[in-house]
């Protein structure tokens, strides 16, 4: 329940806490969060419980870290020299073994108006990544034809899924899927989510024919690319800015497939904001995919087809 990579950098006496939970308790843990003179706090199947010597109970009688677990465990993660992960942490987080990301939080160290880095750092939320092979499934037939894949846009509210879903497109696009494909697939992992790469090689199942560009900016990832992979489809997770409109917009010159997610309740609430608003209205995407948890992550609402204005419910 707990991997063995995220158990390597916690101080004994959290990591023997948790190895006893995964032999009590079954569930999907989502988030460790560990925040220095606070409670140690686990969300488990979207529920928030706190550890306690018993296993998992009340956030009140939760074990509360001290700042000296906090710097061990940063200590562990960079083995002994912080220095060596100067650049994620710029960041904010950092991606261990088996796409796990390690967010962090402290001091920020400024130079010419940006983050030059953290220190102090006294809170960790740990969001251990969860590969759901086969979620899109039911939504591929919407997305590919014989002839091409469609320009598609997930809007999903934020923990519902829309990462967990593209990741798994892009998966069925690049092994080919019931016949369709197989196809070559550029991703843009600008924070390290989607591939879950660990030193450059994707820890999360992103198919045969993928390349992807971890933690690259996506409007620079997308133009790179275009120049170099020679992709059918491009990937990236949500979108949303003007300099994302303006290189999508290369995308579809270059005659490549676009496949990205933004965040937003439904298609209504993408209307609300203006470089959406001018995509849809430009019909630069042929699918819209509207995601929510009513039935847990990955729950499919509904799927667009904006250019006929034709909606299809899985």
């Keep these: 329940m707990i991997p063995r990579s995220v158990l390597s950098i916690m101080p004994k006496g959290i990591r023997e806490q948790l190895v006893q939970l995964a032999k009590q308790k079954e569930g999907i843990v989502q988030e460790i969060r560990i925040r220095a003179s606070k409670p140690l706090l686990i969300v488990m199947n979207n529920e928030e419980y706190g550890l306690t010597p018993q296993g998992l109970g009340t956030v009140s009688r939760s074990w509360l870290v001290t700042y000296e677990e906090v710097q061990a465990i940063l200590q562990f993660l960079s083995g002994y020299s912080l220095y060596a992960l100067e650049d994620e942490i710029r960041q904010g987080y950092v991606t261990i073994e088996g796409g796990h990301r390690i967010g962090l939080v402290g001091k920020a160290v400024i130079e010419d108006k940006k983050v030059k880095t953290l220190k102090y750092i006294s809170g960790l939320n740990i969001r251990l990544s969860h590969e759901f092979v086969g979620c899109s499934d039911k939504v591929m037939p919407y997305l590919i034809s014989r002839d091409k894949v469609y320009h598609t846009l997930v809007v999903s509210p934020p923990k519902c899924g829309k990462t967990t879903l593209l990741r798994d497109i892009i998966r069925n696009l ?10 070559t697939v550029g991703v843009v992992d600008e ?3 989607v591939a879950g790469c660990y030193m450059g090689v994707p820890q999360n199942d992103v198919g045969l024919r993928t390349d992807v560009l971890d933690g690259c900016p996506k409007v620079e990832g997308m133009r790179m690319l275009l120049r170099s992979m020679a992709p059918d489809v ?3 997770d949500e979108v949303g800015s003007l300099e994302d409109l303006q290189a999508i917009e290369e995308v579809l010159g270059a005659g490549v497939t676009i496949v990205c997610t933004t965040h937003g309740k439904d298609l209504e609430d993408c209307m609300k904001k203006p470089q959406l608003r001018h995509m ?3 019909g630069w995407f042929e699918k819209v995919v509207v995601l929510s948890n009513r039935n847990g992550p990955c729950t499919v609402e509904q799927v667009e087809d904006f250019r006929r204005n034709q909606v299809s419910v899985c």
């Design 280 to 282: 849809l209205e430009q």
């Design 191 to 193: 924070r390290s989510e």
């Design 234 to 236: 491009i990937a990236v």
């Design 174 to 183: 690049s092994n080919g899927y019931s016949g369709y494909g197989p196809y």
